[in-house]
């Protein structure tokens, strides 16, 4: 069983910076095997795939993490990590680290979505002000 479990969150102004980070544990295999991710659930909204990352550092970003977010990986310390950059109020809201185990061989093509994701965090609250 896969676990993951997030830090990093805060309560920042409008136009600061967060890193959250993702420690990973519970996999069989190596941390390469694991497609890691970014999604977040503001209030009264669905959950949107914010970034994706695979095993050999292949990424992809939704429209909400184009720009202005990183995502990165270590594979020394099974994390992942996601720099948030000029942060704006609709950034506002809970961010998961999520992740899908691969059946065999490194993550290729990571998934975006939540439904792509197997496991997931319990989240960190990111709060933005204005």
């Known amino acids: 069983q896969v676990v993951l479990v997030e830090s990093g969150g805060g309560s920042v102004q409008a136009g600061g910076n967060l890193r959250l980070s993702c420690a990973a544990s519970?996999?069989?295999?190596?941390?390469?095997?694991?497609?890691m991710g970014w999604i977040r659930q503001a209030p009264g909204k669905e959950r949107e795939g914010v970034a994706g990352i695979g095993g050999l550092g292949f990424v992809r970003y939704g429209d909400s993490g184009k720009g202005r977010f990183t995502i990165s990986r270590d594979s020394a310390k099974n994390m992942a990590y996601l720099q948030m950059d000029n942060l704006k109020s609709e950034d506002t809201a809970m961010y998961y680290c999520?992740?899908?185990?691969?059946?065999?061989?490194?993550?290729?093509?990571?998934?975006?979505?939540?439904?792509?994701?197997?496991?997931r965090g319990q989240g960190t609250q990111v709060t933005v002000s204005s």
């Open positions: 519970g996999f069989p295999s190596n941390f390469s095997s694991l497609c």
């Open positions: 999520a992740a899908t185990l691969t059946r065999a061989g490194p993550c290729y093509n990571p998934g975006l979505g939540p439904a792509t994701f197997n496991f």
